[in-house]
């Protein structure tokens, strides 16, 4: 059974930071390309970051760029979302996806909010 399980999300406030985990389970996690996805009240999911497999090449939104870094450890199958300097607008609910060829999983989310 696939599983992709998010954890580390809360409140924080405004300047601060946050990690992500995404455990992964019932598939190759090594061979997949693994992403970030948030999406915020009344918006539309958006991407936030991919990190590619093997070579770890990564991509981000522009709004993140130089604030988030994305991760992966392929041994413990769980993907990383470090979140530096935080801003109120990062509020969103944040899922992990996992894409092979036309294999797609999505994890249930975790919340983040930022405010002071």
């Known amino acids: 059974q696939v599983q992709l399980v998010e954890s580390g999300g809360g409140l924080v406030q405004p300047g601060g930071s946050l990690r992500l985990s995404c455990a992964a389970s019932g598939f190759t996690f090594s061979s997949y390309v693994m992403s970030w996805y948030r999406q915020a009240p009344g918006e539309e999911r958006e991407l936030v970051a991919t990190i590619l497999n093997p070579n770890g090449i990564t991509n981000y939104a522009d709004s993140v760029k130089g604030r988030f870094t994305i991760s992966r450890d392929n041994a413990k199958n769980t993907l990383y979302l470090q979140m530096n300097n935080l801003k109120p607008e990062d509020t969103a609910v944040y899922y992990c996806?996992?894409?092979?060829?036309?294999?797609?999983?999505w994890g249930q989310g975790t919340q983040v909010t930022v405010s002071s």
């Open positions: 996806k996992a894409v092979q060829l036309r294999r797609a999983y």
